[in-house]
């Protein structure tokens, strides 16, 4: 039941991002109606990304931790977590309850583990990060190798292209 309520929450995600970005369309951009996502990059795990806009990005390396017994995760292996830390240098709140991952490893897709218990949820708080502050939070998947973890955060719904984080 967890399950399906996590695809029909990533469902929803993509269908509100194919949404702001205006759906499928043959007409030709307009340049003027929203500006370029600002470029993405590559970090190994414990090393920080700026985007241009001052939005500072931070993954901590994989720690294996022991999940509550009220976790969900339909995976099998080692439950891992990494710290994110955002620190907001851009002049605009940050919403860090828009930030999206996609975890690999093992050479698939990695399952997430939501923990409320341990404060493992699936994105960002859900409070805005004003202009110069830092927020942090934990994420959690569960992989057989966990070397082999591989994530790529996306920032926000949209502008930001994605972040990729590797060992």
Do not use: C, K
């Not at 029909?8 to 996502?37: C, K, Y």
């Not at 414990?46 to 994989?62: E, I, N, R």
């Amino acid at each position: 039941m967890v399950v399906a309520g996590l695809v029909a929450v990533a469902v929803t995600a993509a269908v509100v991002a194919l949404a702001l970005r205006g759906g499928p369309s043959s007409a030709a951009p307009d340049p003027q109606a929203s500006p370029a996502a600002l470029a993405g990059g590559s970090v190994p795990f414990g090393g920080t990304f700026t985007y241009d806009d001052g939005l500072a990005v931070t993954v901590g390396a994989p720690e294996a931790f022991a999940p509550s017994p009220s976790a969900e995760t339909t995976g099998t292996g080692t439950p891992v977590r990494v710290e994110v830390r955002v620190d907001n240098g851009t002049t605009e709140p940050f919403q860090p309850a828009t930030l999206a991952t996609v975890a690999t490893a093992d050479g698939g897709p990695a399952a997430t583990v939501w923990d409320p218990e341990l404060g493992l949820e699936l994105t960002g708080p859900p409070h805005a990060a004003p202009a110069g502050a830092t927020t942090t939070f934990q994420l959690a998947w569960t992989v057989v190798d966990p070397q082999s973890l591989r994530l790529e955060i996306t920032p926000a719904l949209v502008g930001y292209e994605p972040l990729v984080v590797t060992g």
